[in-house]
T-cell receptor
Framework: DTEVTQTPKHLVMGMTNKKSLKCEQH?????MYWYKQKAKKPPELMFV???????INESVPSRFSPECPNSSLLNLHLHALQPEDSALYLC??????????????FGEGSRLTVL | AQTVTQSQPEMSVQEAETVTLSCTYD???????LFWYKQPPSRQMILVIR??????QNATENRFSVNFQKAAKSFSLKISDSQLGDAAMYFC???????????FGPGTRLSVLP
């Protein structure tokens, strides 16, 4: 099983809503990542979890709140978002953050539209 | 800070022909990894090929090969016998050893013409 599964695939929310994006992997990876990708742009790192602990927060606004309940799951809680937050949100995992080649395995992404 | 540059925003290639995508990077590190990722339209990003900086031999994966020039900080991707399924956005990426962050280039959109 080499999949990273993200739900939902599409999400439309108002600026006052609270929603969550979910990510799951069963490859035994110990590092998980959230990236934000705007159209025709490269992914931008938001958060890295290593062994279920937050290791990198790229100065992301507090309206984005990550959570790693266990080594297989990663959530991104969304609250009071702005229209400019509309983007494709990618989850990725790697065997261990920063060790070996550490290639990323990506999910298909959750396309978020904020109205 | 490390940066990755892809000077070709768009490229096109005829089916069955060969195309080379360029990537240059800037780093003061001596030990790092380089990657090419492919992102087809509305599909997930997948790894095409990776290169360890300490290896002089260029990586090869079937029709995909790289030309890694460490001194010039260049890492180009060659796609041989191009297929329609190769059409995608290609991102060059860098990660230093023991680093957790991947630095992505701006991408090159490759079209394959039948």
């Amino acid at each position: 099983d080499t999949e990273v599964t993200q739900t939902p695939k599409h999400l439309v929310m108002g600026m006052t809503n609270k929603k969550s994006l979910k990510c799951e992997q069963h490859m035994g990876h110990r590092a998980m990542y959230w990236y934000k990708q705007k159209a025709k742009k490269p992914p931008e790192l938001m958060f890295v979890y290593s062994y279920e602990k937050l290791s990198i927060n790229e100065s992301v606004p507090s309206r984005f709140s990550p959570e790693c309940p266990n080594s297989s799951l990663l959530n991104l809680h969304l609250h009071a978002l702005q229209p400019e937050d509309s983007a494709l949100y990618l989850c990725a995992s790697s065997h261990e953050a920063g060790l070996g080649s550490g290639e990323l395995f990506f999910g298909e992404g959750s396309r978020l539209t904020v109205l | 800070a490390q940066t990755v540059t892809q000077s070709q925003p768009e490229m096109s290639v005829q089916e069955a022909e060969t195309v080379t995508l360029s990537c240059t990077y800037d780093t003061s590190e001596s030990d790092y990894y380089l990657f090419w990722y492919k992102q087809p339209p509305s599909r997930q990003m997948i790894l095409v090929i990776r290169q360890e900086a300490y290896k002089q031999q260029n990586a090869t994966e079937n029709r995909f090969s790289v030309n890694f020039q460490k001194a010039a900080k260049s890492f180009s991707l060659k796609i041989s016998d191009s297929q329609l399924g190769d059409a995608a956005m290609y991102f060059c990426a860098y990660r230093r050893s023991y680093g957790q962050n991947f630095v992505f280039g701006p991408g090159t959109r490759l079209s394959v013409l039948p």
